[in-house]
Each structure stands twice: as structure tokens, then as C-alpha cells.
């Protein structure tokens, strides 16, 4: 079974700094992609930040500049490294991975399960 884990959210003041993690595990073949997505209370899931196998990145224009991902392909882990936080960051991170399983070589779109970020004023 492929799934994702993240790790890293909580409480921070405004100013302060975070660090999210995202491990894929299971029988994985490759990851073409992988990004982080958020979502606000009251407020449609947006796209953070993206990074392909080959590094190419992408941020939504409110972060540029404040956050960086990364990933570990030899460890399946992207990374997100949010700093300056403000108190509009505060949502639900999630972390999504576009890969191929081992055996089959199935495409699959996964979601991690969340992790809270509360930024206080």
C-alpha cells in the first residue's frame, strides 16, 4: 500500500518559521511530481508550492519569496520550508504525489492525510 505521511505543523507566531515533511512509502516505483496544497477554513484547497523529479519548482505568488519546497527523491520526502509566516497562512497543509507503483506501474494521485499550521498574530 502507497501512502503519504506528513509531519512538521503547529502553532507559530507571525514572523516565525516551519517545517513541513512528506514521506511517500510502499512499493513505489517513481514520483514524477510532488507539491503541497492548502486549504483555509471556508476557503477552496489551493496549490502552495510544486516540485518535479528533475527540481523545477512553482509557487502560488503569495508565498514567493517566504517559502521554499524540496525534495529527498532517493527518500520519497518533499519538504516545505515556510518563513515570514503570516496569520493568512494558516490552513490545513497537504501534501499530493504523482507516482508510478512497483509492480504494475499504476499511476496513482495521492493525498496525505494533513497537517494543521496556525499562525498567530
Known amino acids: 500500500q502507497v501512502q503519504l505521511m506528513e509531519s512538521g505543523g503547529g502553532l507559530v507566531q507571525a514572523g516565525g518559521s516551519l517545517r513541513l515533511s512528506c514521506a511517500a512509502s510502499?512499493?513505489?516505483?517513481?514520483?514524477?511530481?510532488m507539491a503541497w496544497y492548502r486549504q483555509a477554513p471556508g476557503k477552496q484547497r489551493e496549490l502552495v508550492a510544486a516540485?518535479?523529479?528533475?527540481?523545477?519548482?512553482n509557487y502560488a505568488d503569495s508565498v514567493k519569496g517566504r517559502f521554499t519546497i524540496s525534495r529527498d527523491n532517493a527518500k520519497h520526502t518533499v519538504y516545505l520550508q515556510m518563513n515570514s509566516l503570516k496569520p493568512e497562512d494558516t490552513a490545513v497543509y497537504y501534501c499530493?504525489?504523482?507516482?508510478?507503483?512497483?509492480?504494475?506501474?499504476?499511476?496513482?494521485?495521492?493525498w496525505g492525510q494533513g497537517t494543521q499550521v496556525t499562525v498567530s498574530s
Open positions: 499530493n504525489a504523482n507516482l508510478h507503483t512497483l509492480a504494475t506501474w499504476t499511476f496513482r494521485n495521492l
Open positions: 516540485i518535479t523529479s528533475g527540481g523545477s519548482t
Open positions: 510502499g512499493s513505489i516505483a517513481s514520483i514524477t511530481s
